[in-house]
């Protein structure tokens, strides 16, 4: 992949992950795999930061689906959210 596709992908990957969200259809472990695809040795380091942040933001949203189940009320016996 030439510098200018990695950059349009990357910038690519950028604006869908605005707007991604753990109840989206396409898992977050498929978006991992995108960012896997990227072999650092051929990046420039603009190029690394950039996947660097995107990892970070994939992270981040991982941490906010785990924090809301953990915070989530417990379903009471009849089913129910107390």
């Known amino acids: 992949m030439s510098y200018q596709d990695v950059d ?6 950028e604006r ?5 969200s753990t109840q989206d259809r396409i898992p977050l472990s498929y978006w991992h795999n995108r ?5 650092w040795s051929s990046l420039m ?6 996947v660097a942040r995107l990892e970070a933001t994939l992270r981040a949203i991982e941490k906010s689906a ?5 915070t989530e009320p ?3 016996v009849a089913g129910t959210r107390s």
């Open 66 to 70: 785990a924090e809301a189940v953990d």
């Open 35 to 39: 960012l896997r695809m990227f072999h």
């Open 45 to 50: 380091p603009t190029q690394r930061a950039r």
């Open 74 to 76: 417990a379903l009471g």
């Open 8 to 13: 349009k992908e990357i910038a690519h990957l």
């Open 16 to 20: 869908i992950f605005g707007l991604i």
